[in-house]
Protein backbone atom coordinates (compact mmCIF):
# COMPACT_ATOMS: atom_id res chain seq x y z
CA UNK A 1 0.00 0.00 0.00
CA UNK A 2 1.30 3.44 -0.88
CA UNK A 3 2.27 5.68 1.90
CA UNK A 4 -0.23 8.93 2.27
CA UNK A 5 1.59 12.14 0.67
CA UNK A 6 2.24 14.63 3.02
CA UNK A 7 1.68 18.38 2.73
CA UNK A 8 4.01 20.27 4.54
CA UNK A 9 3.34 23.93 6.14
CA UNK A 10 5.37 26.90 5.45
CA UNK A 11 9.20 26.10 5.99
CA UNK A 12 9.01 22.53 7.25
CA UNK A 13 11.46 20.12 5.53
CA UNK A 14 12.73 16.83 5.77
CA UNK A 15 15.19 18.56 7.92
CA UNK A 16 16.16 20.13 11.30
CA UNK A 17 17.24 23.68 11.25
CA UNK A 18 20.65 24.54 12.20
CA UNK A 19 19.93 28.62 11.51
CA UNK A 20 16.38 29.62 10.56
CA UNK A 21 15.34 32.81 10.17
CA UNK A 22 11.94 34.47 9.56
CA UNK A 23 11.46 37.83 8.08
CA UNK A 24 8.29 39.53 6.78
CA UNK A 25 8.73 38.44 3.34
CA UNK A 26 10.87 35.65 3.16
CA UNK A 27 11.92 32.28 5.50
CA UNK A 28 15.23 30.68 5.70
CA UNK A 29 16.67 28.29 6.89
CA UNK A 30 20.09 25.95 6.78
CA UNK A 31 18.51 22.33 7.62
CA UNK A 32 20.08 19.28 8.35
CA UNK A 33 18.69 15.97 6.19
CA UNK A 34 16.97 13.66 9.00
CA UNK A 35 15.48 11.13 6.74
CA UNK A 36 16.61 8.62 4.41
CA UNK A 37 16.17 8.45 0.90
CA UNK A 38 13.64 5.30 1.42
CA UNK A 39 11.48 7.12 3.99
CA UNK A 40 11.04 10.06 1.37
CA UNK A 41 7.93 9.28 -0.42
CA UNK A 42 6.34 11.98 -2.43
CA UNK A 43 4.99 15.06 -0.58
CA UNK A 44 4.14 18.71 -1.78
CA UNK A 45 4.23 22.16 0.20
CA UNK A 46 2.24 24.97 0.69
CA UNK A 47 4.57 27.28 -0.01
CA UNK A 48 6.85 28.49 -3.01
CA UNK A 49 10.54 27.43 -2.45
CA UNK A 50 13.93 26.88 -2.99
CA UNK A 51 16.23 24.32 -1.93
CA UNK A 52 20.27 24.46 -2.41
CA UNK A 53 22.01 21.06 -1.59
CA UNK A 54 24.97 22.10 0.52
CA UNK A 55 26.51 18.61 1.44
CA UNK A 56 25.61 15.07 -0.41
CA UNK A 57 24.22 14.03 -3.22
CA UNK A 58 20.39 15.45 -4.16
CA UNK A 59 17.89 13.50 -6.07
CA UNK A 60 15.63 16.05 -7.69
CA UNK A 61 12.49 15.26 -10.06
CA UNK A 62 12.54 18.74 -11.08
CA UNK A 63 12.42 19.81 -14.76
CA UNK A 64 15.83 20.89 -16.09
CA UNK A 65 19.01 19.47 -17.28
CA UNK A 66 20.98 17.32 -15.10
CA UNK A 67 24.06 18.38 -13.83
CA UNK A 68 26.65 18.31 -11.27
CA UNK A 69 27.59 20.92 -8.85
CA UNK A 70 25.28 22.33 -6.26
CA UNK A 71 21.98 20.93 -7.11
CA UNK A 72 19.32 24.13 -6.46
CA UNK A 73 15.51 23.44 -6.79
CA UNK A 74 12.76 25.99 -7.03
CA UNK A 75 9.19 24.15 -6.36
CA UNK A 76 6.17 26.23 -6.55
CA UNK A 77 3.18 25.63 -3.89
CA UNK A 78 1.49 22.71 -4.16
CA UNK A 79 3.76 20.83 -6.91
CA UNK A 80 4.41 16.96 -5.76
CA UNK A 81 7.57 15.66 -5.81
CA UNK A 82 9.71 13.49 -4.31
CA UNK A 83 13.49 14.92 -3.82
CA UNK A 84 15.57 13.74 -1.49
CA UNK A 85 19.30 12.91 -0.02
CA UNK A 86 20.93 9.33 -1.27
CA UNK A 87 22.94 9.51 2.17
CA UNK A 88 23.09 10.06 5.74
CA UNK A 89 24.27 13.45 6.44
CA UNK A 90 22.97 16.17 3.62
CA UNK A 91 22.84 19.75 4.76
CA UNK A 92 21.00 22.11 2.47
CA UNK A 93 18.85 26.07 2.51
CA UNK A 94 15.91 26.82 2.37
CA UNK A 95 14.45 29.59 1.26
CA UNK A 96 10.40 30.11 1.42
CA UNK A 97 7.70 32.25 0.78
CA UNK A 98 4.36 32.46 2.10
CA UNK A 99 1.40 32.11 -0.64
CA UNK A 100 0.16 35.34 -0.40
CA UNK A 101 3.53 36.70 -0.58
CA UNK A 102 4.10 34.89 -3.64
CA UNK A 103 1.24 35.19 -5.67
CA UNK A 104 1.86 39.25 -5.14
CA UNK A 105 5.37 38.79 -6.66
CA UNK A 106 4.10 36.78 -9.12
CA UNK A 107 1.60 39.55 -10.75
CA UNK A 108 4.20 42.01 -10.88
CA UNK A 109 6.71 39.41 -13.04
CA UNK A 110 5.80 38.72 -16.52
CA UNK A 111 5.87 34.72 -15.96
CA UNK A 112 6.16 32.55 -13.05
CA UNK A 113 7.39 29.04 -13.77
CA UNK A 114 4.65 26.73 -12.95
CA UNK A 115 6.53 23.84 -12.87
CA UNK A 116 9.82 22.28 -10.33
CA UNK A 117 12.62 23.46 -11.94
CA UNK A 118 16.31 22.97 -11.83
CA UNK A 119 18.15 26.15 -11.61
CA UNK A 120 21.60 25.86 -13.23
CA UNK A 121 22.61 29.33 -14.66
CA UNK A 122 25.42 30.61 -12.48
CA UNK A 123 23.42 33.97 -11.63
CA UNK A 124 20.60 31.68 -10.08
CA UNK A 125 23.40 29.61 -8.06
CA UNK A 126 25.62 32.52 -7.36
CA UNK A 127 22.30 34.57 -5.62
CA UNK A 128 21.91 31.12 -3.38
CA UNK A 129 25.70 30.52 -2.45
CA UNK A 130 25.44 34.22 -1.19
CA UNK A 131 22.19 33.89 0.69
CA UNK A 132 23.88 30.65 1.99
CA UNK A 133 27.00 32.26 3.31
CA UNK A 134 25.01 35.35 4.39
CA UNK A 135 22.76 33.16 6.72
CA UNK A 136 25.36 31.23 8.41
CA UNK A 137 27.16 34.41 9.37
CA UNK A 138 24.69 34.54 12.01
CA UNK A 139 25.19 38.42 12.12
CA UNK A 140 23.62 39.37 9.17
CA UNK A 141 20.62 42.25 9.26
CA UNK A 142 17.28 41.12 8.37
CA UNK A 143 17.47 44.08 4.91
CA UNK A 144 20.08 41.92 3.71
CA UNK A 145 18.85 38.65 3.67
CA UNK A 146 15.43 39.77 2.76
CA UNK A 147 16.97 41.28 -0.35
CA UNK A 148 19.57 38.07 -1.15
CA UNK A 149 16.09 36.40 -0.81
CA UNK A 150 14.29 38.28 -3.54
CA UNK A 151 17.01 38.25 -5.68
CA UNK A 152 16.74 34.60 -5.75
CA UNK A 153 13.00 34.46 -6.04
CA UNK A 154 13.85 36.35 -9.40
CA UNK A 155 15.53 33.36 -10.88
CA UNK A 156 11.86 31.75 -11.27
CA UNK A 157 10.68 34.59 -13.26
CA UNK A 158 10.81 33.71 -16.61
CA UNK A 159 10.01 35.35 -19.87
CA UNK A 160 7.23 34.19 -21.80
CA UNK A 161 8.93 31.30 -24.63
CA UNK A 162 8.67 31.73 -28.82
CA UNK A 163 7.34 27.87 -28.20
CA UNK A 164 10.28 26.63 -30.42
CA UNK A 165 12.30 24.03 -29.77
CA UNK A 166 15.82 23.48 -29.67
CA UNK A 167 17.62 21.45 -32.58
CA UNK A 168 18.64 17.98 -31.93
CA UNK A 169 21.90 18.76 -32.27
CA UNK A 170 21.97 20.54 -29.17
CA UNK A 171 21.64 17.57 -27.06
CA UNK A 172 23.96 15.84 -28.48
CA UNK A 173 26.39 18.30 -27.88
CA UNK A 174 25.87 18.91 -24.54
CA UNK A 175 25.90 14.97 -24.19
CA UNK A 176 29.55 15.48 -25.71
CA UNK A 177 30.63 18.01 -23.39
CA UNK A 178 29.21 16.35 -20.31
CA UNK A 179 31.31 13.34 -21.18
CA UNK A 180 34.40 15.10 -22.37
CA UNK A 181 34.58 18.55 -20.20
CA UNK A 182 37.51 17.20 -17.76
CA UNK A 183 39.66 17.07 -21.55
CA UNK A 184 41.52 19.57 -23.34
CA UNK A 185 38.80 19.69 -26.08
CA UNK A 186 38.21 22.88 -28.49
CA UNK A 187 34.81 24.20 -30.02
CA UNK A 188 35.70 22.36 -33.09
CA UNK A 189 35.69 19.27 -31.37
CA UNK A 190 32.17 19.95 -30.48
CA UNK A 191 30.71 21.38 -33.51
CA UNK A 192 32.06 17.78 -34.85
CA UNK A 193 30.46 15.76 -32.56
CA UNK A 194 27.36 17.60 -33.28
CA UNK A 195 27.83 17.63 -36.73
CA UNK A 196 27.17 21.28 -37.47
CA UNK A 197 29.91 23.85 -38.84
CA UNK A 198 31.12 25.36 -35.47
CA UNK A 199 29.59 28.95 -36.45
CA UNK A 200 26.29 27.32 -36.76
CA UNK A 201 27.21 25.71 -33.24
CA UNK A 202 28.15 29.00 -31.45
CA UNK A 203 24.88 30.60 -32.84
CA UNK A 204 22.99 28.12 -31.70
CA UNK A 205 23.83 27.82 -28.31
CA UNK A 206 23.46 31.66 -27.69
CA UNK A 207 20.05 31.33 -28.77
CA UNK A 208 18.95 28.45 -27.36
CA UNK A 209 21.08 28.34 -24.14
CA UNK A 210 22.10 32.32 -23.79
CA UNK A 211 25.78 31.15 -23.77
CA UNK A 212 28.93 30.24 -25.49
CA UNK A 213 29.63 26.83 -26.12
CA UNK A 214 32.98 27.77 -24.24
CA UNK A 215 31.00 29.41 -21.50
CA UNK A 216 29.49 25.93 -21.35
CA UNK A 217 32.13 23.93 -21.22
CA UNK A 218 33.65 26.00 -18.06
CA UNK A 219 30.08 25.14 -16.40
CA UNK A 220 30.71 21.71 -16.83
CA UNK A 221 33.78 21.66 -15.30
CA UNK A 222 33.08 24.11 -12.61
CA UNK A 223 29.79 21.65 -11.79
CA UNK A 224 32.37 18.83 -11.40
CA UNK A 225 34.25 20.35 -8.91
CA UNK A 226 31.81 21.51 -6.74
CA UNK A 227 30.57 18.33 -6.48
CA UNK A 228 33.58 17.02 -5.80
CA UNK A 229 34.59 19.60 -2.94
CA UNK A 230 30.73 18.59 -1.52
CA UNK A 231 31.26 14.39 -1.72
CA UNK A 232 34.92 14.50 -1.94
CA UNK A 233 38.06 14.18 0.39
CA UNK A 234 40.83 15.59 -2.27
CA UNK A 235 42.66 18.79 -2.12
CA UNK A 236 41.53 21.77 -4.02
CA UNK A 237 44.69 21.51 -6.50
CA UNK A 238 43.21 17.64 -6.73
CA UNK A 239 39.79 18.74 -7.90
CA UNK A 240 41.15 21.02 -10.31
CA UNK A 241 42.92 18.78 -12.50
CA UNK A 242 40.15 16.22 -12.32
CA UNK A 243 37.93 18.92 -13.35
CA UNK A 244 39.86 20.39 -16.23
CA UNK A 245 41.48 23.01 -15.16
CA UNK A 246 44.87 23.21 -15.47
CA UNK A 247 45.60 24.20 -11.79
CA UNK A 248 44.48 25.00 -8.81
CA UNK A 249 44.59 29.02 -8.67
CA UNK A 250 42.72 28.67 -12.30
CA UNK A 251 40.27 26.51 -10.74
CA UNK A 252 40.29 29.27 -8.04
CA UNK A 253 39.95 32.85 -10.22
CA UNK A 254 36.80 30.77 -12.28
CA UNK A 255 35.44 29.20 -9.26
CA UNK A 256 34.68 32.96 -7.77
CA UNK A 257 33.86 34.45 -10.88
CA UNK A 258 31.10 31.78 -11.67
CA UNK A 259 29.79 31.54 -7.47
CA UNK A 260 30.79 34.56 -5.88
CA UNK A 261 32.74 32.19 -3.58
CA UNK A 262 36.03 30.82 -3.26
CA UNK A 263 36.44 26.83 -3.54
CA UNK A 264 37.15 26.84 0.41
CA UNK A 265 34.76 29.04 1.28
CA UNK A 266 32.21 26.50 -0.84
CA UNK A 267 33.73 23.76 1.05
CA UNK A 268 33.12 25.03 4.56
CA UNK A 269 30.23 26.05 3.45
CA UNK A 270 29.05 22.46 3.09
CA UNK A 271 30.24 21.59 5.98
CA UNK A 272 33.94 19.90 4.87
CA UNK A 273 36.77 20.07 7.06
CA UNK A 274 39.82 22.08 4.48
CA UNK A 275 43.06 22.89 5.20
CA UNK A 276 42.71 25.93 2.25
CA UNK A 277 46.51 26.84 0.68
CA UNK A 278 48.49 29.77 -0.09
CA UNK A 279 47.49 29.75 -3.56
CA UNK A 280 43.37 29.87 -1.93
CA UNK A 281 44.31 32.08 0.72
CA UNK A 282 46.31 35.04 -1.87
CA UNK A 283 42.88 34.64 -4.42
CA UNK A 284 40.95 35.29 -1.46
CA UNK A 285 42.55 38.35 -0.21
CA UNK A 286 42.84 39.26 -3.81
CA UNK A 287 39.58 39.69 -4.21
Known sequence: MAAPRTAFSQGRFYGAPTVERR???????????????????????????????????????????????????????????RDRFVAAGGYFLAVSFEPAVWRELSEVSRRVAADALRLTGPAARRAALRLTRTLLSRDADPVTLESLGLELAGQAMTSVSDGDRPP???????????????????????????????????????????AAPSERLRTRRLERAADLLMRGRASIGQIALA???????????QFR???????????????????????????????
Open 168 to 210: PWLATAETFLADSFDQPIAIADVARAADVHPVHLARGYRRWLG
Open 23 to 81: LPQVRLAHLSATTSADDVHEHSHDDAHFVLATHGRYLTTAWGPKTEGPVLVYNPPGVIH
Open 257 to 287: QAYGVTPGEFARLCGRPLDVSPVQDAVRAAG
Open 243 to 253: SGFCDQSHLNR
